[in-house]
């Protein structure tokens, strides 16, 4: 994987300014790219990429005039662009904005792109275009499975998906969708970084053994296989789901954090009836007030269940290797708050 893809043209970027854009961004101007990045706003260029020269291009995915211009010149894109859901939204999984932005607003980009000389589309998804049952089966999900995403969420990003995959295939243009789960290793923000300061803070309670199966991806594997399917000719028209390999219980993650803090583990555990109880309260108190709480029945069902993933094509097929562990990084995020 320390091979870089040929991308040293001009590369566009959507959702630069996410967290995994950001070091997307990085990599591509690392390795001598022109980048351009698509926002909605003058974003500080000089403060995310210091020293760097960022072309900005002012649009928004939902207005398809704004984006006129925008795929000129371009020889490969990088589509990471998502609705964010605003803080009193209580289920960011059923936003309205999902639709507008993923489903909608990629058939504008696409659009766009149908006009231009662009010649590698990847788009950056999540495995919840394929759906949490299909990961929730005692067995890791592959893209091989016909999706059946629950969540307007991951029917927007499915949508999405298949915009991509269509103009690939009408323009003869190099186009894969690339699934990924929970992205750990950026900055301290994310789930895994939220989970082990609540842990640090006292303010997780102590968990229960249940064995369930997670997967997670870390930030830079996940870059590293973007650029793996922007190269290989052999991945064009393909969906792929990249992972770390692993898969993670609630209950490990909460005792790895502990064992890093120098923490014992506790005697006693909170039963999953009385976590469940909490959580039909938290959900029913978000429909009362109209805001999230810190815990709901979403939140417990991501705690407590499965959301198990395959990478083992991306594997097989381009050679795909992960280079970080989620162990690696609680040590890492434990040490950084030390």
Known sequence: ????????????????????????????LEQGARVR??????????????????????????????LRG?????????????????????????????????????????DEVANSEVRRLVYLSTVK??????GARGAPASESLEPAPETLYGQAKLAAERAVLEEGA???????????????????????????????????????????????VHVEDAIDAAFLVAREACASGRTYCATDGQAYSTAWIYERTLEALGRPLPRW?????????????????????????????????????????????LEHDLGFRPRFSLAEEIERLVRGRS
């Open 170 to 216: 009408r323009a003869g243009r190099h186009a894969v969708v690339l699934r990924l789960p929970m992205v750990y290793g950026l900055d301290g923000a994310g789930n895994l970084a939220r989970m082990v300061a609540a842990i640090e803070a006292r303010r997780f309670p102590p968990w229960p053994r249940i064995d369930n199966h997670r997967s997670a």
């Open 269 to 313: 555990r909170v039963p999953p009836w009385l976590l469940r109880a909490g959580a039909n309260a938290g959900s029913l108190g978000e429909r009362l007030l109209g805001r999230r709480l810190p815990l709901n029945r979403d939140l417990l069902d991501k705690l407590l269940g499965d959301a198990w993933f395959s990478s083992a094509a």
């Open 129 to 134: 275009a394929l759906g949490d049952a299909l």
């Open 1 to 28: 994987m320390s091979r870089e893809p040929d991308l040293l043209g001009r590369v566009l970027v959507t959702g630069a300014s996410g967290k995994l854009g950001r070091v997307l961004v990085a990599r591509l």
């Open 37 to 66: 990045v698509l926002s909605r706003s003058n974003l500080p260029l000089g403060a995310l990429w210091p020293g760097q020269e960022v072309e900005l291009h002012r649009g928004d995915l939902t207005e398809p005039h704004s």
């Open 70 to 110: 925008l795929c000129a010149g371009i020889d490969s894109l990088f589509h990471l662009a998502s609705y964010a859901p605003a803080p009193h939204e209580p289920d960011i999984y059923a936003a309205p904005g999902h639709w507008r932005v993923s489903a909608e607003g990629t058939a504008h980009l696409m």
